[in-house]
């Protein structure tokens, strides 16, 4: 029998994904602050400068929880005047209508775009003993055809995780790994083989391994190489409570003479 509810198809394989994306804030400046206000509403505003175009985009997004309801609505607002609104229901075995359901063993997500076809989107991911399968769908209801299809499987332990993955209507194949090897030290790797390339590249598969290392409770750095030669660089500082600031950069080791290098720097502040 499942002891725990399993994670979205979506976090399927995240703690590499997290590994090897996130804290590396390259080719753009960005501000982050979240708030959360007395009747535990969360507000979260986020601006981006692009520094090779200077394009700044931004978002407001507020989160209310109602725990004894199992309830949670998010609702997003951004500079390019898109206005979404995402409804979650959980753990109610009553309810008829709901976008998010999750048991011991079982967890799925559905929803329905009426502004794009409309469009229904659904996932779903089942486990047990640490094993993990799941799948995700997209179907156009004005064009009656799916739109895209994929699924996945995974494996994970307190200290490890592997997934791998069959995704854009199986086009492209990954598969990834993580490991925390201690409490200071963090490494993951994944390869993407995506079936429609260009004939002849010279990698058809991608590869990319990272490490994360805490030098304290308030600073770590990250590192991480591709098989294209391309070496990115992270460090994130906690300069207090709520205040985080981060730095990285990517170097291509292929191009040491030309201006293909990005850099760029985050702050986060939360109250």
């Known amino acids: 029998m499942a002891k725990s509810v399993p994670v979205p198809f979506a976090d399927l394989g995240k703690s590499t994904n997290d590994l090897l ?3 590396f804030p390259v080719g753009h400046t960005k501000l982050e602050l979240k708030t ?6 969360t507000f979260n505003v986020l601006g981006n400068k692009d520094n090779k175009s200077g394009h700044i985009n931004g ?16 609702e997003a607002w951004t500079t390019g005047n898109l206005l979404t609104t995402q409804i979650e229901l959980e753990n109610k075995k009553n309810a008829k209508v709901g976008v998010h359901y999750k048991q011991l063993g079982f967890n799925t997500r559905a929803y329905l775009d ?10 779903f991911v089942v486990g047990r003993d640490g094993f993990l399968v799941g799948g995700d769908v ?5 064009g009656k055809y799916i739109t895209r299809f994929a699924a996945a499987a995974g494996y994970t332990a307190p200290e490890y995780s592997v997934a791998v993955h069959a995704t854009n209507s199986f ?8 490991h925390r090897i201690n409490a200071d030290l963090e490494a993951g790797g994944k390869a993407v083989y995506d079936s429609k390339a260009e004939k002849g590249a010279k990698a058809p598969v991608a590869l990319e391994v990272g490490a994360k290392y805490y030098l304290d409770r308030d600073a770590f750095v990250k590192a991480k190489v591709n ?9 994130t500082q906690a300069l207090r409570k709520g205040v985080k600031v981060s730095v ?7 191009k040491l003479d030309q201006a293909a290098h990005k850099v760029g720097v985050s702050f986060v502040f939360e109250a």
Do not use: M
């Open 138 to 142: 997209a179907y156009d209801f004005e």
């Open 248 to 254: 990285g950069g990517l170097v291509d080791t292929t």
């Open 227 to 235: 098989n294209a030669g391309v070496v990115g660089l992270g460090y």
């Open 114 to 123: 009426l502004f794009k076809g409309p469009t229904f989107t659904g996932d």
């Open 36 to 41: 959360v206000a007395p009747n535990g509403v």
């Open 171 to 178: 086009k492209v194949f990954s598969a990834s790994y993580y």
């Open 59 to 74: 978002e407001l997004k507020t989160k209310y929880v109602d725990y004894k309801n199992g309830l949670t609505v998010t």
């Open 21 to 23: 994306g996130k804290d």
